[in-house]
Structure formats: C-alpha cells, structure tokens
C-alpha cells in the first residue's frame, strides 16, 4: 500500500514550520482506496510570499483543527503504507516534525516521484510537478493546494508504476513492509486480486520475484498456483510470501509484459519464459545467386520474415510457401537430394535446382513472402481496453518497430508523437513481440487501429 500525499506548510526557518494543509490518498497500486483532506491550523504566521503562492491565509486557518486533533487519522491511513510525494524528502520531514512536536516517532520508508521520473522519464524538461505533469497530459487543478497537488502526483505514480518493468517500486515495498512475517499471512490477498487481465508478480520473503505470469483471470490463476499439486506450483507455495499484480485491460498488453518482465528479471521458477515463444524462424539468405529459404532456431543478429512456436508448424508452413508459389527445395535449409528437386520432376518446380529459372524472376517470388510479417502500416496505434471505465489502451509502433504501450482518458493525452511518448512505458522490440501483435491483428482482436500519417492525430482518428 502506499500513501500519497502532498503538504502545505508555513515556509520560514529550517524545522520551524508548521502544517497548513494536507492531503493523503491511500493507494493500492491500481486505484485510491482511502482519502484524507483538511486544513491545519499551524498556530503560527505563514510567510507572505508562502500565502501569495498558496493562497492560503491565516485567517482561513482560525477554526481549522489543530495538527493534534487530525494526528490519529494520519496514523490510521498511512498504515503499513510507503510514503509517496513528489519531493518527499520534504513532506516527509514535516510530517516527522510535526508527530515530533507531539512526542511520536512517525516512521516510514518513502519514495520520491522526482528521483522515479528521473529515472524511469528521461529526457524531460523539468521535473517540477506542475510542468511534468502538463507535459504528460495529466491534467492539475489548484496548483500549490494540498489537494490539487497530491492528485496530480496519484495520477503520476499510477504512470511509474507502469513504466518501471523492473518492478523496483514493488521490490522495495515487500522488503519494507513484509520482511520476516509468514507468508501464510499473505494468501488472503487471492480474494483481493480482480478477475480480469493483467500480470502478477509472486515474491518471496526478501522482496525478489520468483515468477511473473499473465492471466485473463488474475484471481483464477494465482488460486491454482496456490493450490495445486504440479512441481511448479509447489515450488511457488513452498517460497511464496506476497503477490502484487497489475492490471491491463488488455490481453495482448498483458502478454507483452509478461514476456518483457520475465526476461528482464530473470525470475527462477518462470524456466521456460527466459527464453523466446517463438524460438523458429524463417528468412532469406541472399548470399546464394538463388535467395534461400532458411528454417533455424531465432538468433538476435538475423531478420526473419515469420517467427514460430515450433519447428513442425515452422517446417509445414515452409512447404506450404514452397508449393503455393512455385519454390524450388533445393533453394531452402530442407535440401532432399543433389539433382533436380521432387517438384521440379512434378513440374511444381521452375527449374531453379538446375539453374534453368531466370534468377531475378525467382528471387522476385522469394522477395515477396518477406510481407507475410509486416505491419498493416510504418507507424500506428493499435487501440484496446483499458483498465477501467474511461480509460483506454494503445500499442505504439513507430517506423515499424514496436516501442511500447501506454494509457489514456483523453484524446489530446495521444494527440502528438511527442505525447504518445510521454505516456508510452517503453519496451524492447524482438521476434515475440511482432509476432504477438500480428496474431491480434490478423484476429482483429483491438477497438481501432489508427494510422500515423501527420504529426498530430485528430479527434475522429482517435475516437
């Protein structure tokens, strides 16, 4: 859980301020679950310049209680919680102060939205909330208000979160709040977790994640991780301590992740998924003066027309494009004999086993299979659910690489490359996630694909 949360003060000397106003919003990760606002009366002058910011006055603060009648709340709703706040270091010596002042030790350990977007948001012009949020198309009211201020930097975190794929936000919220408890403890989070689609994360007691899985059903899948009999799943009960998970609204979104994360993270009981889905391919070698048709296991240097699960679907795909467009066998990876070629013998051949076809007629036919894998355009989106109501899905493909996915409520949050950037959580592109995307497509498995032809997006291309 985390608290969020943005403070006002009096300004003047170091460790001499006091409260004016507060506002906390207790978060689960995915959505607000509690909420804290007031006033303070801080019981002593605010500075000017602090009042001409804030607009905040003292006598606005006469009748406002006192930070030790609201001090038991802030407890309540910050429990087993990490502070958040954009400047945290900040608010959160403050809040110190403040309980200080009362005798209390207020501890927690605190993340700061400042280092997170320098770290996860490169390239920004500025990272003072008010200009960082515009540039990513949050949208901020009341400026320098408690509540204003704290909204923003929810919607802010719920856009680090996505884009921190190595999940070190989750990883140093276990180990803060969980280290040494009995991860029994933490099974009651299946009745939590929602039935829609989404990645979840299983931890063990220091924080590490020891496998990642997607699911259309998030409740349903952990449920059976937890209590079933398979070699995997007793590994995952026998080390298990907190799950965390993230919805995606979107399949093909979740899908995405998961073969990313699994990847980067190198989690231990998730084997299989270190490696590539589609680990057969085909391509063209043109080192030969008749192209060639290759069928191999996928390698990162080569580019390959189409990618496969296994090498029996790879190897009757490759027939099937053989025989559909008069290929020769010799002239691929499945050679059967010296001499002319079975087809050739059944006239299914032109002759390019004994170089009797013309060379650039049969490299032409060759050529053309290389659009058995290419994307409907260079540069689109590809719309889809979103995580909630109101709320929609993109996946970003830009001079036909794959370069993420992203989130938005309003149109103009999509409406430039610019925007769509700021908003994308970035990923790395690679043979799984072509092959990903095209399935859907070829399915039509989205809302809306929307063409990148100009720099800026319309309202109708969007809607």
């Not at 102060?97 to 997170?116: A, D, P």
């Not at 408690?146 to 276990?174: C, H, N, P, R, Y």
């Not at 009999?229 to 609204?249: A, C, L, P």
Request: a positive charge.
């Amino acid at each position: 859980m985390y608290a969020i949360l943005d403070i006002e003060t009096t300004g003047g000397k170091f460790n001499e301020e006091g409260i004016t106003e507060i506002a906390i919003y207790r978060h689960n990760g995915l959505k607000i679950t509690d909420q804290f606002i007031s006033l303070v009366n801080p019981e002593r002058e605010i500075q000017p310049f602090v009042q001409k910011l804030t607009g905040i006055t003292s006598k606005m603060l006469f009748s406002a209680p006192r930070f030790f009648e609201v001090a038991k709340r802030i407890i309540d709703i910050t429990e087993d919680c990490l502070i958040v706040a954009h400047n945290a270091d900040f608010d959160y010596r403050i809040l110190r102060t403040e309980f200080k002042r009362l005798g209390y030790n207020f501890e927690k350990n605190s993340i700061c939205t400042v280092s997170l977007s320098q770290e996860l948001l490169s390239n920004m012009e500025s990272y003072k909330l008010g200009k960082l949020v515009r540039s990513l198309g949050i949208p901020i009211s009341d400026r320098h208000r408690a509540q204003g201020d704290a909204l923003a930097t929810v919607k802010l975190f719920e856009l680090l979160l996505e884009k921190d794929s190595s999940k070190e936000i989750l990883k140093s919220q276990v180990k803060a709040l969980h280290g040494g408890r009995v991860p029994s403890k933490y099974l009651k989070i299946i009745e939590e977790l929602p039935n829609t689609s989404g990645v979840y994360y299983l931890h063990n007691s220091v924080g590490d994640i020891i496998y990642i899985g997607k699911s259309n059903n998030l409740q349903k899948r952990v449920r059976n991780h937890l209590t079933g009999s398979s070699r995997k799943s007793m590994k995952i009960q026998k080390n298990i301590h907190k799950v965390n998970f993230e919805i995606t609204g979107s399949e093909l979104i979740a899908l995405l992740k998961e073969q990313h994360e699994i990847k980067k993270n190198q989690p231990r009981i998730n084997k299989d998924g270190r490696y590539r889905l589609y680990p057969m391919g085909i391509r063209i070698d043109e080192e030969n003066i008749y192209h060639q048709l290759v069928l191999e296991q996928v390698r990162n240097d080569r580019k390959y027309i189409v990618v496969f699960k296994n090498g029996r679907v790879a190897k009757n795909i490759l027939h099937q494009w053989i025989t559909n467009n008069k290929l020769c066998h010799h002239q691929c990876s499945i050679r059967e004999t010296d001499g002319p070629c079975f087809s050739y013998n059944k006239d299914r051949c032109e002759g390019a086993c004994v170089e009797k076809e013309d060379v650039y007629e049969y490299n032409q036919r060759v050529a053309k299979l290389t659009h058995q894998s290419n994307y409907p355009h260079p540069h689109f989106l590809l719309i889809g659910k979103g995580r909630k109501n109101g709320e929609s899905s993109f996946i970003y493909i830009q001079d036909d690489v794959y370069r993420g996915y992203g989130f938005f409520e309003l149109n103009h949050q999509i409406k430039t490359p610019k925007m769509i950037l700021s908003r994308t959580t970035s990923m790395e592109d690679n043979t799984d996630c072509r092959a990903l995307i095209l399935s859907f497509i070829k399915r039509e498995k989205y809302i809306k694909l929307i063409p990148l032809i100009s720099t800026t997006l319309s309202a109708s291309q969007i809607k």
